[in-house]
């Protein structure tokens, strides 16, 4: 069955967007595991489906490489957002995914700013296995926990250059606390409103790039006492904005670049 997609990337943290408006979607957990096979399909750190919706735009479902689903990607949101803005020539739409009605906008420069939503902190919203403070967790090296639609646990050190991620992402990404995994931070505090981000993502592996992790760090930073309300982010592959005024919802801003697009065979 050959399926049509577009390959984009935000900052190097690359996804694939099958348009499957007017029809159901055709992406299965094989299908997507398939296509994210950099060696024998297209590739992806994530895959966002494009259906049709009453009351946004459109309606996305995600899925990781691995297969497995997820409930929000701010890069591929992004993408989203760019392409049908393009199509539909406006500058401001509204999308759904799992994590509710998102409302995305172009901005002068041209980045495109989600608002994300509201972070949740409470054990059981994350989800984690048992009631512990989400703000300092039971792990060696004291790290915080929250949600963005899917978990995050960041940790706050001195150094990233001598910390092998690949080697400690897995092992904290399938920790007992984490019951549906978790994508793992590890942050460098540049200044209160700049930060140094490297990130293990749940089901991915190690990124260039991540809007939801961007958000869930600065969000954890935040709680800590660490950092403004705005903070740029510098992740391996460039850098997003985040804001967050404590209460409310969580702003990502950032560009989003098409690579090509293309039909790949999946059986």
């Known amino acids: 069955m050959p399926l049509n997609f577009h390959k984009m990337h935000a900052n190097g943290d690359d996804f694939v967007i099958v348009d499957s408006r007017n029809s159901a979607s055709p992406v299965t957990s094989a299908i997507a595991q398939r296509m994210g096979d950099r060696n024998r399909g297209v590739g992806f750190n994530q895959l966002a489906v494009l259906l049709d919706c009453d009351d946004a735009a459109a309606r996305l479902i995600f899925w990781n490489a691995d297969g497995s689903a997820l409930d929000v990607c701010g890069s591929a949101t992004r993408g989203a957002a760019d392409l049908l803005m393009r199509e539909a020539n406006v500058t401001s739409l509204v999308l759904r995914t799992h994590r509710g009605l998102l409302t995305c906008e172009r901005t002068p420069t041209g980045n495109i700013s989600v608002d994300m939503g509201v972070p949740l902190f409470d054990w059981s919203d994350i989800p984690l296995a048992q009631a512990v403070d989400t703000a300092a967790l039971p792990l060696a090296g004291n790290p915080a926990a929250c949600s963005m639609g899917n978990p995050h ?44 981000l490297r990130i293990w993502e749940r089901g991915a592996g190690v990124a260039l790039g991540s809007g939801s992790c961007s958000c869930g760090a600065v969000v954890n930073g935040i709680r800590r006492g660490l950092l403004d309300s705005t903070v740029e982010v510098e992740c391996d592959g460039g850098s997003v904005t985040v804001q967050w005024d404590g209460v409310g919802s969580v702003f990502l801003v950032g560009p989003v670049v098409a690579s090509f697009s293309g039909t790949l065979n999946v059986g």
């Open 153 to 196: 646990c960041t940790y706050f050190v001195d150094d990233l250059a001598g910390l092998d991620i690949a080697k400690v992402g897995p092992a904290i990404e399938t920790d007992a606390l984490f019951p549906l995994k978790t994508n793992v931070h590890f942050v460098q505090i540049i200044d209160r409103r700049h930060i140094r």
